[in-house]
C-alpha cells in the first residue's frame, strides 16, 4: 500500500491553489508594472532580447530566454495577462478536481509561470517566484501522468519524486539557518535580530506590532527556536524513526504560521508549508483532516492510529523519546547558553568546521535515501499483491523511466547546495554535474536559498516617501501606497497570499539608492505624468485632478511605538524622522529625467501603432481588468481559497453520505 499517495494528492492540490495565488495577484499590475506606459514596459524587454540575439526567430529567441511571448502575435504585456488568466483557471480547476491534476496540467503552468517570469525583471525576481517554478516543476513528476485504476496501487514510482521534494525542502530551510550565521550579521550572532525584524520586514502585519513589544529574552529564545527549526530539525526529514519525522514536518509548519502571522510574505510561507507534507503521511494526515473538518474526513486511518497508540510498547518508545529530548536540550544548553546569559557559545571556525563535515555528509545521505526510495518503489511494484505480471513489469518500467530526470535534478541541485561552503568549492563538484547545471540554468529547475541573510533597519526602518507639489517650494503632498507604512497612523495591512510588487520593490528601493534603481525614476516620471495604469497601483493620489509640476523623494526611518508611549495612546502605528532626500525634485517634461529613463529603456511607449488583429481578445482582457478592479485582490484571493476549501470539503461530506 502507497502510505504517501493522498499526502502526495494534498500537495498537488496546494501547489495547483499557490499557482492561483501567484496568477491573480500579478493579473491586475501588469498594465501599471509592464503595460506600454507602465514602470517597466515588457515591450522594450523584448526588444532588448532581439538586439542581444540579433535574430527575431522565436525559436532561437526561446533558447536564450525561454517564454512563450516570442511565439505570439500579441502585445507582450497582453501575452502576460493571457498567462495568468489561462494559469489561474488551471490552478483553480486543478485544485477541486482531482482528474486535472496531471502532469500535463503542471508543465503548462510551470511554463507560463516561467514565461512571465523571464521578462518580470525587477518585479519578478523574488526567491519564492523561483521556488515556485522549482516546486511546479517537480509536481510534473510527482503528478499522474495517466488515470489508474486502482487509487492505492500502481503509484510506487511517484515516491521518486516525492523525495525530490524533500530535498528541496532541506535545502530551503537549512540554507536558510546557515546563512544567517555565515553573513556575519552582529544582530544574528548576538540573538538580537527580531528585536529589529518586526518592524523592519518588509510588509508587517499589525500583529508584528504586538510581537516587536515582547520582551528581550522571549526575543532572543525565539532566534534560537528559529536556529533550532532552521538548522537542526531539517537533518530529521531523513530520519527512519516516524515521530521524530512527523515533528520536523510540524516543526516547519509551526514557523510558517508564525511568520504569516506577523508578516505579509505573499504566498511563501503556504508554499513552504506544502514542502513540509513529505514529512508527514496519509495516516497523520487524514487524522489533522478529521480534527479540522470535525470527523468529515475520517478514514480507517484513524482506526488504525487508535490501534497503534494502544500498543504494548509504548513505555519503551517513550523512554528512548525523552533520552532523546535531554540530549537535545543539552546541546541546545552548550550551544546557546553561558554564564547565565542566553548567547552564541560559539565562533565563526566552529560553524565553518560544520558545514565542512555537514554538508558532504548530508550528500551523501540524501543519495543513500534516494537509492533506498528507488529500491523500495522497485521493490513495492513487483511484488504488488492483486496486479498481473504485465503490470508488475510496467511498475518497473515506470520507476526505471523517472530514475535518469530524478537524478539529474538531484545532481544540479548539489551545484547550489555546495554555495553553503566556506571558500570556493565548486573544485569539489564533478564537472559533468557542473555542465548539466548551467545547461539548464534558464529554465529555474535549481537554486540556492537564503531568507533574511542580514536583518536591516537595525538604526530604523527605512522608507522612501514619494510627494508631489506644483511649486520648488511646496506644500509637498505625499502618495500613500496601498500596503507599504507611509501615514505613522496608517495601521499596517494583511495582504498575503497577495504581493502588491511596487510596494515590495520601494522596501528594496530604501535600502539602497536611486541610481541603482532606474525602475524608481520611471515610476516618478509615470507620476508626472499622471499615467492611470500607475496610479492604480498606488493607495491614494492626492493630485486627483491634475499631476503635479514636481515630485521629490525622502528617506525616513520609522520605528514602532511602544506600549507605553504617548504617541500609542493617539493610535499611532508608527514614528518617523526625516534623514536625507532620497531623490531631488524633477520636474514634468525634464531633458536630464527623460535621458536618464532612455538610457535604461524605460521610456513610455504611448499607444501601439500596429493595428490590432485581435479585438476579441482585448475586448476579453479588458472586461477581466473591469471585473477584477471591483475587488481588493488580497480578499478576492482568500474567498478564492475558502470557496475551494469548501467545495472539497463539501464533495467529501457527500461522498461520505452516499
Given at each position: 500500500?502507497?502510505?504517501?499517495?493522498?499526502?502526495?494528492d494534498?500537495f498537488?492540490?496546494g501547489i495547483?491553489?499557490?499557482?492561483t495565488?501567484?496568477?491573480?495577484?500579478l493579473?491586475?499590475?501588469?498594465?501599471?508594472?509592464?503595460?506600454?506606459?507602465g514602470i517597466?514596459?515588457v515591450?522594450s524587454?523584448?526588444?532588448t532580447?532581439?538586439?542581444?540575439?540579433?535574430?527575431?526567430?522565436?525559436?532561437?529567441?526561446?533558447?536564450?530566454?525561454?517564454?512563450?511571448?516570442?511565439?505570439?502575435?500579441?502585445?507582450?504585456e497582453?501575452?502576460?495577462?493571457?498567462?495568468c488568466?489561462?494559469g489561474?483557471?488551471?490552478?483553480?480547476?486543478?485544485?477541486v478536481?482531482?482528474?486535472?491534476?496531471?502532469?500535463?496540467?503542471?508543465?503548462s503552468m510551470?511554463l507560463?509561470?516561467?514565461?512571465?517570469?523571464k521578462?518580470?525583471?525587477?518585479?519578478?525576481?523574488?526567491?519564492?517566484?523561483?521556488?515556485?517554478?522549482?516546486a511546479?516543476?517537480l509536481?510534473?513528476f510527482?503528478?499522474?501522468?495517466?488515470?489508474?485504476?486502482s487509487?492505492?496501487?500502481?503509484r510506487?514510482?511517484?515516491?521518486?519524486?516525492?523525495?525530490?521534494?524533500?530535498?528541496l525542502?532541506?535545502?530551503?530551510?537549512?540554507a536558510s539557518?546557515?546563512?544567517?550565521?555565515?553573513?556575519?550579521c552582529?544582530?544574528?550572532w548576538?540573538?538580537?535580530?527580531?528585536?529589529?525584524?518586526y518592524?523592519?520586514?518588509?510588509?508587517?502585519?499589525?500583529?508584528?506590532w504586538w510581537?516587536?513589544?515582547?520582551?528581550?529574552?522571549?526575543q532572543?529564545?525565539?532566534?534560537?527556536?528559529?536556529?533550532?527549526?532552521e538548522?537542526g530539525?531539517?537533518f530529521l526529514?531523513?530520519?527512519?524513526?516516524?515521530?521524530?519525522?512527523?515533528?520536523s514536518?510540524?516543526?516547519?509548519?509551526?514557523?510558517?504560521?508564525?511568520?504569516?502571522?506577523?508578516?505579509?510574505?505573499?504566498f511563501?510561507?503556504f508554499?513552504?508549508i506544502?514542502l513540509?507534507?513529505?514529512m508527514?503521511?496519509?495516516?497523520?494526515v487524514?487524522?489533522?483532516?478529521?480534527?479540522?473538518?470535525?470527523?468529515i474526513?475520517?478514514?480507517d486511518?484513524i482506526?488504525?492510529?487508535?490501534?497503534r497508540?494502544?500498543?504494548?510498547g509504548?513505555?519503551?518508545?517513550?523512554?528512548?523519546?525523552?533520552?532523546?529530548?535531554?540530549?537535545?536540550m543539552?546541546?541546545?544548553?552548550?550551544?546557546?547558553?553561558?554564564?547565565?546569559?542566553l548567547?552564541?557559545?560559539?565562533?565563526?571556525?566552529d560553524?565553518n568546521?560544520?558545514?565542512e563535515?555537514?554538508?558532504p555528509?548530508?550528500?551523501?545521505?540524501?543519495?543513500?535515501?534516494?537509492?533506498?526510495?528507488?529500491?523500495?518503489?522497485?521493490?513495492r511494484?513487483a511484488?504488488e499483491?492483486?496486479?498481473t505480471?504485465?503490470?508488475?513489469?510496467?511498475?518497473v518500467?515506470?520507476?526505471?523511466?523517472?530514475?535518469?530526470?530524478?537524478?539529474?535534478?538531484?545532481?544540479?541541485?548539489?551545484v547550489?547546495f555546495?554555495?553553503?561552503?566556506?571558500?570556493?568549492?565548486?573544485?569539489?563538484?564533478n564537472?559533468?554535474?557542473k555542465q548539466?547545471?548551467h545547461?539548464t540554468?534558464?529554465?529555474?529547475?535549481?537554486?540556492?536559498y537564503?531568507?533574511?541573510?542580514?536583518?536591516?533597519?537595525?538604526?530604523?526602518r527605512?522608507?522612501v516617501?514619494?510627494?508631489?507639489?506644483?511649486?520648488?517650494?511646496g506644500?509637498?503632498?505625499?502618495?500613500e501606497?496601498?500596503y507599504?507604512?507611509?501615514d505613522p497612523?496608517?495601521?499596517?495591512?494583511?495582504?498575503?497570499?497577495?504581493?502588491?510588487?511596487l510596494?515590495w520593490?520601494l522596501?528594496?528601493?530604501?535600502l539602497?539608492a536611486?541610481?541603482?534603481?532606474?525602475?524608481f525614476v520611471?515610476?516618478?516620471?509615470?507620476?508626472?505624468?499622471?499615467q492611470?495604469?500607475?496610479?492604480d497601483?498606488?493607495?491614494?493620489n492626492?493630485?486627483?485632478?491634475?499631476?503635479?509640476?514636481?515630485?521629490?523623494?525622502?528617506?525616513?526611518?520609522?520605528?514602532y511605538?511602544?506600549?507605553?508611549?504617548?504617541?500609542?495612546?493617539?493610535?499611532?502605528?508608527?514614528?518617523?524622522?526625516?534623514?536625507?532626500?532620497?531623490?531631488?525634485?524633477?520636474?514634468?517634461?525634464?531633458v536630464?529625467?527623460?535621458?536618464?529613463?532612455?538610457y535604461?529603456?524605460?521610456?513610455p511607449?504611448?499607444?501601439?501603432?500596429?493595428?490590432?488583429?485581435?479585438?476579441?481578445v482585448?475586448?476579453?482582457l479588458?472586461?477581466?481588468?473591469?471585473?477584477?478592479?471591483?475587488?481588493?485582490?488580497?480578499?478576492?484571493?482568500?474567498m478564492?481559497a475558502?470557496t475551494?476549501?469548501?467545495?472539497?470539503?463539501?464533495?467529501?461530506w457527500?461522498?461520505?453520505?452516499?
Amino acid at each position: 500500500m502507497d502510505g504517501s499517495r493522498k499526502t502526495r494528492d494534498l500537495f498537488l492540490s496546494g501547489i495547483s491553489l499557490t499557482y492561483t495565488f501567484a496568477f491573480i495577484s500579478l493579473f491586475p499590475q501588469i498594465p501599471g508594472l509592464y503595460g506600454r506606459n507602465g514602470i517597466i514596459p515588457v515591450s522594450s524587454t523584448i526588444q532588448t532580447h532581439v538586439k542581444a540575439t540579433q535574430t527575431r526567430s522565436a525559436e532561437v529567441l526561446f533558447s536564450h530566454n525561454p517564454t512563450l511571448m516570442y511565439f505570439l502575435p500579441f502585445e507582450p504585456e497582453n501575452s502576460m495577462e493571457l498567462f495568468c488568466l489561462i494559469g489561474a483557471f488551471l490552478g483553480i480547476v486543478s485544485s477541486v478536481c482531482k482528474s486535472w491534476r496531471k502532469s500535463f496540467v503542471y508543465f503548462s503552468m510551470y511554463l507560463l509561470y516561467l514565461s512571465i517570469f523571464k521578462v518580470g525583471s525587477s518585479f519578478l525576481w523574488f526567491q519564492w517566484d523561483t521556488l515556485l517554478l522549482e516546486a511546479g516543476f517537480l509536481c510534473i513528476f510527482v503528478a499522474p501522468s495517466l488515470p489508474t485504476r486502482s487509487e492505492g496501487t500502481g503509484r510506487h514510482h511517484k515516491n521518486i519524486p516525492w523525495f525530490l521534494v524533500k530535498w528541496l525542502m532541506f535545502r530551503l530551510m537549512f540554507a536558510s539557518g546557515v546563512v544567517k550565521l555565515t553573513s556575519g550579521c552582529h544582530t544574528w550572532w548576538k540573538l538580537t535580530a527580531l528585536n529589529y525584524h518586526y518592524e523592519s520586514q518588509c510588509l508587517p502585519t499589525s500583529l508584528a506590532w504586538w510581537a516587536h513589544q515582547l520582551p528581550s529574552t522571549i526575543q532572543k529564545l525565539s532566534v534560537i527556536g528559529t536556529y533550532v527549526i532552521e538548522i537542526g530539525v531539517p537533518f530529521l526529514f531523513f530520519c527512519p524513526i516516524r515521530p521524530w519525522r512527523l515533528l520536523s514536518g510540524y516543526s516547519q509548519i509551526f514557523l510558517m504560521v508564525a511568520i504569516i502571522l506577523t508578516g505579509n510574505y505573499n504566498f511563501f510561507n503556504f508554499l513552504t508549508i506544502l514542502l513540509s507534507l513529505p514529512m508527514l503521511d496519509d495516516e497523520n494526515v487524514e487524522y489533522v483532516k478529521s480534527l479540522v473538518t470535525f470527523g468529515i474526513f475520517q478514514q480507517d486511518t484513524i482506526k488504525k492510529r487508535k490501534r497503534r497508540n494502544n500498543d504494548s510498547g509504548w513505555s519503551y518508545r517513550s523512554l528512548f523519546h525523552c533520552l532523546a529530548f535531554a540530549t537535545a536540550m543539552y546541546a541546545l544548553k552548550n550551544l546557546f547558553y553561558y554564564k547565565g546569559n542566553l548567547m552564541i557559545n560559539f565562533t565563526m571556525d566552529d560553524l565553518n568546521l560544520f558545514l565542512e563535515y555537514t554538508i558532504p555528509t548530508m550528500v551523501w545521505v540524501s543519495i543513500l535515501s534516494l537509492v533506498f526510495v528507488v529500491l523500495q518503489s522497485l521493490y513495492r511494484h513487483a511484488s504488488e499483491p492483486g496486479t498481473t505480471n504485465v503490470q508488475k513489469m510496467m511498475g518497473v518500467g515506470k520507476c526505471i523511466f523517472l530514475l535518469p530526470f530524478c537524478v539529474y535534478i538531484f545532481s544540479i541541485s548539489m551545484v547550489p547546495f555546495f554555495s553553503l561552503l566556506p571558500g570556493d568549492r565548486t573544485h569539489d563538484i564533478n564537472p559533468m554535474v557542473k555542465q548539466w547545471y548551467h545547461s539548464t540554468e534558464n529554465y529555474q529547475l535549481t537554486h540556492s536559498y537564503g531568507l533574511f541573510r542580514r536583518m536591516t533597519g537595525v538604526g530604523g526602518r527605512p522608507e522612501v516617501i514619494i510627494e508631489g507639489s506644483d511649486a520648488p517650494q511646496g506644500p509637498w503632498k505625499e502618495y500613500e501606497f496601498k500596503y507599504k507604512p507611509g501615514d505613522p497612523s496608517k495601521k499596517p495591512s494583511w495582504a498575503a497570499p497577495h504581493q502588491p510588487r511596487l510596494d515590495w520593490q520601494l522596501w528594496f528601493a530604501a535600502l539602497g539608492a536611486y541610481q541603482h534603481n532606474p525602475w524608481f525614476v520611471s515610476l516618478v516620471h509615470r507620476l508626472l505624468m499622471g499615467q492611470r495604469e500607475v496610479l492604480d497601483l498606488i493607495g491614494h493620489n492626492p493630485f486627483p485632478l491634475l499631476p503635479p509640476k514636481y515630485i521629490r523623494a525622502t528617506l525616513y526611518h520609522y520605528h514602532y511605538t511602544s506600549l507605553n508611549n504617548t504617541q500609542a495612546s493617539k493610535h499611532m502605528w508608527w514614528s518617523r524622522n526625516k534623514e536625507r532626500p532620497y531623490l531631488p525634485y524633477q520636474a514634468g517634461g525634464s531633458v536630464e529625467l527623460e535621458n536618464f529613463l532612455e538610457y535604461h529603456t524605460l521610456l513610455p511607449l504611448g499607444e501601439s501603432s500596429v493595428k490590432d488583429e485581435f479585438p476579441n481578445v482585448t475586448l476579453f482582457l479588458n472586461y477581466m481588468r473591469t471585473l477584477m478592479s471591483a475587488f481588493y485582490t488580497s480578499s478576492f484571493l482568500r474567498m478564492i481559497a475558502i470557496t475551494i476549501v469548501a467545495l472539497r470539503v463539501a464533495n467529501r461530506w457527500m461522498l461520505n453520505k452516499i
